[in-house]
């Protein structure tokens, strides 16, 4: 299925000239284009809010850059999702595992870069929306550091853990497009310290752990000064319920004022999220604050200056489409279990595509101290031509 907006037509022109001249790009329906609605997944959302005037920050620097856009992509509703399949505007194609759902909730930007129908696309990463959707197809992603990026004109969900982010199927487009985003050259020097993240290898199935033993090998060799260690002493599954303890909370508060005034259509699995969120005890929320707070510390300490942090993006490739209710909650439980450091630690992450189980995709992630997204992007580049 087409990774577009149903019924959406829309082509702006990049200013000439520009860093980013010929390429083309793709804006998640999370993103403001003026005159257009932000539909945000759902139906109701945009019939209920007034059109954007101008586009959103993230837009507006790639077309200033020369980027040309040429449409709005599929996401799940109001970014709520991590596989990718929207009940109203449909499921985008994982053209690296037809029949396998796309990752989300920035699927369709995912979709179309796997595509080749643009060389980038612009996506949201609350609680992996960017980071899985890359692992799954095959792609660059990137998870900026947690408030360093313009997030004018960007539907929020959980503020506390929004980015925005962008996927590319190559290092050197993923680089060019991430500094003019990022603000910011790429670093001169490749990292001199490799974290090598054992809990979340074991947490990962053997086969996604086994297929990405070479890739690791190769940054092994790039990075001699290397040691394993555990990410999550209290365990990778008390990050994720943590995660998906603050996530849906922040998103009641987020929408609740929407939804107490127009009552809009939802999804069953979307509608239970918000429910749980508005729901949530004190006790949980306190809990999953002082477990952030740890998660924080725990990163600082894994990652001085120069050091990376290697692990897993998700524990297996992308799973088949449209299976029922009740077996997508374990798979989203260990999909969140590994990329709950991201939304609770705001620390810069990237997805590093090059491993396939069964003929998929998956990926191989890096994290860095924040602030340093572009060391990161020094690694990939490195990673590539190693």
Not at 12 to 21: H, N, S, V
Not at 139 to 155: D, F, K, Q, S, V
Not at 301 to 324: D, E, S, Y
Request: charged share 20%; proline share 10%.
């Amino acid at each position: 299925m087409s990774p577009f907006v149903p019924g959406t037509d829309i082509h702006i022109e990049g200013r000439p000239g520009g860093p980013l001249t010929g390429l083309r790009f793709a804006a998640k329906d999370l993103f403001d284009i003026a005159g257009h609605p932000t539909g945000g997944g759902n139906p109701d959302w945009a019939r209920q809010n007034p059109l954007p005037t101008r586009h959103a920050w993230a837009v507006q620097a790639l077309l200033d850059a020369g980027a040309t856009l040429i449409g709005k992509t599929i996401t799940d509703e109001v970014s709520l999702g991590i596989l990718g399949e929207n009940p109203f505007d449909g499921t985008p194609l994982n053209p690296a595992a037809p029949g396998h759902v796309p990752g989300g909730s920035s699927s369709g930007s995912a979709s179309a870069v796997a595509q080749g129908l643009c060389e980038t696309a612009l996506g949201t990463d609350t609680g992996g929306s960017v980071r899985v959707p890359a692992s799954f197809c095959g792609l660059y992603g990137i998870r900026p550091t947690h408030g360093r990026m313009n997030l004018a004109g960007m539907l929020p969900q959980a503020p506390s853990s929004d980015t925005t982010g962008w996927f590319a199927r190559d290092a050197a487009s993923f680089a060019r497009v991430s500094e003019v985003l990022l603000q910011d050259k790429v670093a001169e020097a490749p990292p001199i310290r490799l974290v090598i993240a054992v809990d979340a290898f074991g947490f990962a199935e053997a086969e996604t752990a086994a297929a990405l033993a070479p890739m690791l090998e190769r940054l092994k060799k790039m990075i001699p000064d290397w040691r394993e260690e555990v990410l999550a002493p209290p365990g990778l599954v008390a990050w994720g319920r943590a995660q998906r303890t603050l996530q849906p909370v922040e998103a009641w508060e987020t929408f609740r004022e929407w939804i107490e005034r127009d009552n809009p259509r939802f999804a069953f699995s979307v509608a239970r999220g918000l429910a749980m969120g508005a729901a949530t005890p004190e006790a949980e929320r306190g809990w999953a604050a002082l477990t952030r707070q740890e998660v924080r510390g725990r990163l600082r300490h894994l990652l001085p200056p120069g050091t990376v942090l290697a692990m897993p993006t998700t524990p297996f490739p992308a799973p088949k489409a449209g299976l029922p209710l009740p077996a997508l909650g374990p798979i989203r439980d260990q999909i969140l279990s590994l990329c709950a450091v991201g939304g609770l630690a705001g620390h810069p992450q990237i997805n590093l595509p090059g491993a396939t189980v069964a003929g998929r995709p998956v990926g191989l992630s890096l994290i860095a101290a924040r602030g340093a997204d572009t060391l990161l992007l020094r690694a990939a580049l490195e990673m590539e031509k190693a």
